[in-house]
């Protein structure tokens, strides 16, 4: 065995269904007639950035979106040549890589714009440029005041033939109320900014302003383009409204010690957990260093044998421990923190709502010792893990 399949734990692994990716980016192109840019930062959202971007585009993605330069270029080596946006940046970074890999930059300053045109410049190619306003999220993008200068020095950049201005676009304020006050002041907004660009004298070709939400229920942010982010990876972004997204990670464990105890024992640290009968406690071999939430520990169930059980004291570093009552149990035995919910197993959403956060940062951080493992049909069920 080489060292390289010892670095991940055996005892759990995070299985990620492709053919789900799929169906959801089908589903996000069935609802507009703009193109789709899938959005596969941070590693795919912890699925896996290469995979997820192949099943996306074989399935209605037409645009690939990422945080980085850095991000883009994975893709790129990954033999990837779809279009590709990456959106943050410091001004004096170097884009000579991402510009020979024809990568799409977003600019939110002065400053951005002047680097990468310097660097065009240098390398005497032209760079697509995305340019980024402001319209109320208070991060990334030109304040409405900033944004004349910066259209002018663009149109100016552009004669000059060091930019192309490709694209104008924002960051929605809400992600889950696609139909709220704060979003139509943005269009309106938003909308203002293009007209000041064309006024300009710049032509973009996209504008793109919809996030997961808003591609499923706000038509009138599509434009030309929209961008799915955590809804490819089957979370319903709409509090009150399911569209049929699927899940696409199931992340499984198996227990490796179970044993019985009487009533009255304290579980894990603080003791702030008693059984309160005779009971069989199990010990799941993932802790908040592989992304389940501590704030979570009260309030967890996982899935076992076709039951819920309850996370019994506090989540550890490495461990958790589940009170089975008496359910029977053995070492080896198959956990599913969450999944789908096909079954009945606890979902993302679940754990994010136990652990008072979003589904973005249960998916994010499941981190590098749980391995991945890819199927592209959905034959397994929640309660299998496969020992391959």
């Known amino acids: 065995m080489s060292i390289e399949a010892t670095i991940t734990t055996p005892h759990a692994r995070a299985v990620i269904d492709l053919q789900a990716v799929a169906h959801n980016t089908a589903l996000f192109a069935a609802h507009t007639k703009a193109a789709v840019m899938a959005v596969v930062k941070a590693d795919g959202f912890g699925h896996g950035a290469r995979q997820v971007a192949t099943a996306a585009l074989a399935s209605g993605a037409g645009w690939l979106g990422v945080t980085t330069c850095a991000e883009a270029l994975h893709l790129r080596l990954g033999g990837i040549t779809a279009p590709i946006l990456s959106w943050m940046h410091h001004p004096e970074e170097d884009f000579s890589a991402a510009l020979l890999a024809e990568v799409d930059l977003s600019v939110s300053s002065s400053a951005h714009l002047r680097s990468i045109a310097r660097n065009a410049a240098t390398l005497r190619v032209t760079a697509n440029v995305h340019l980024k306003v402001d319209t109320g999220l208070r991060r990334n993008g ?109 992340l499984r464990a198996r227990l490796i010690l179970v044993k019985r105890v009487p009533a009255g024992c304290g579980v894990s640290y603080e003791h702030d957990y008693v059984t309160s ?79 008072r956060t979003v589904p973005h940062e249960i998916v994010t951080g499941v981190g590098p010792r749980v391995s991945r493992h890819y199927v592209h049909a959905t034959t397994q069920q929640p309660g299998e893990l496969s020992r391959a």
């Open 142 to 250: 030109a304040r409405p005041a900033e944004w004349q200068e910066l259209v002018r020095e663009a149109r100016d950049l552009e004669r000059a033939g060091h930019v192309r201005v490709r694209g104008v676009w924002s960051h929605l304020i809400s992600g889950t109320d696609p139909a709220g006050g704060q979003v139509r002041s943005q269009i309106a907004l938003f909308d203002e900014a293009v007209d000041l660009a064309r006024d300009a004298g710049l032509r973009p070709e996209l504008r793109h302003l919809a996030n997961s939400v808003a591609t499923l229920a706000a038509p009138d942010t599509h434009y030309e383009l929209v961008r799915p982010g955590i809804g490819l990876y089957g979370v319903e972004p709409h509090p009150e409204r399911a569209f049929g997204l699927r899940g696409a990670m199931t």
């Open 277 to 355: 009968r005779d009971s069989t406690l199990a010990l799941v071999p993932l802790g908040y260093a592989d992304g389940l939430p501590w704030a979570a520990a009260r309030r967890g169930e996982v899935w076992i044998a076709g039951r819920r059980f309850p996370v019994a004291g506090q989540i550890a570093m490495d461990q958790f421990v589940v009170d089975l009552g008496d359910a029977p149990a053995r070492m080896g035995d198959e956990v599913v923190v969450f999944g789908p919910g096909a079954e009945g197993e606890p979902t993302v959403t679940e754990w994010a709502r136990w652990a």
